[in-house]
């Protein structure tokens, strides 16, 4: 059998992804999103995600290239002065891994985020990391450990077959820390290659290529292109066709998958 979960990434960010979600969850393919608590359109997307009691509501962690939960008194070796995080994710993995004070900084942040999700009422259906950042050995860590106050259970991890050959072995690691922690975690996550170009035909090529297991695509579809300067390059317009395509449809019944959230997958 093949399960699926097609999800979102950056619910929250702007209006625009939040409109992009709520159409395609309810005349389209999208499963899941993954909500950016403290990012500006957040509490739009709360709202949005409280009328579609269907739509699966995950933790999308902000470590990386937007702004914390925390105050900046709390976590200051973390943010700049308008308490945001950097993009120098490789240095700041060097940080967290070797310095005590940035670690506990870093569970403070967390933390924060999760409670700030819970804080929302919904049900905490899974978490990722922006630019899978969860994948870091110190981050994924802490989500774990953190996690199991706020039911914590399943995880995206961040493996597409045939990609990223170097990162093999923080993908072995991760697979076998999600395992023994009991957490649920798709096979292969498809739309890495392809991010933010998802378009109808990538999106078939993709589900055209599902093997048997638990698999997630994930996207990030919006109403309208050039939400941020990092994001200049994605098609986002694009992506939400590509949610809507009748073709899609058709070609995930035509396989016979099984979609759903990460909560109709978690072993009981």
């Known amino acids: 059998m093949i399960r699926l979960i ?3 990434d950056d619910f929250g960010l702007d209006s625009a992804i939040n409109d992009a ?4 969850h309810v ?7 993954s909500l950016m608590v403290g990012a500006p359109a957040a509490a ?3 709202e949005i995600a409280r009328r579609l009691p269907t739509l699966g509501v995950g933790l999308h962690l902000v470590l990386a290239d937007g702004p914390s939960v925390s105050p900046r008194r709390r976590i200051p070796d973390l943010v700049d002065a308008e308490g945001r995080f950097g993009d120098r994710m490789a ?16 569970a403070i942040e967390i933390r ?35 996690g199991r106050d706020f039911g914590l259970n399943a995880v995206r991890l961040p493996y597409e ?9 923080w993908i072995a690691l991760s697979r076998q820390r999600l395992r023994r922690a009991g957490i649920t975690h798709n096979d292969a996550l498809f739309g890495l290659a392809s991010t933010g170009t998802t378009d109808e035909a990538a999106l078939l090529a993709a589900i055209d ?13 919006a109403t309208r292109r050039r939400l941020t300067a990092t994001m200049a390059d994605y098609r986002h317009d694009d992506e939400l066709a590509a949610l809507l395509s009748p073709r899609v449809r058709q070609a995930i019944a035509a396989r016979g998958i099984v979609t759903g959230r990460w909560a109709d997958f978690v072993a009981p």
């Open 27 to 33: 005349d389209g393919e999208l499963t899941t999103a």
């Open 91 to 106: 240095r700041d993995g060097v940080r967290f891994f070797f310095l005590p004070s940035v670690r506990r900084q870093l």
């Open 21 to 24: 979600v709520e159409q395609a």
């Open 161 to 169: 077959p045939g990609t990223a050959p170097l990162l093999a072995p």
């Open 44 to 46: 739009q997307a709360i």
């Open 209 to 221: 290529r599902l093997p048997p297991g638990l698999h997630e695509i994930y996207l990030h579809p």
């Open 6 to 8: 097609v999800n979102a």
């Open 112 to 146: 924060a985020q999760f409670e700030a999700f819970a804080a929302t009422g919904l049900r905490l259906d899974h978490v990722n990391a922006h630019k899978h950042f969860h994948l870091h050995p110190t981050v994924l860590g802490l989500v774990l450990a953190i």
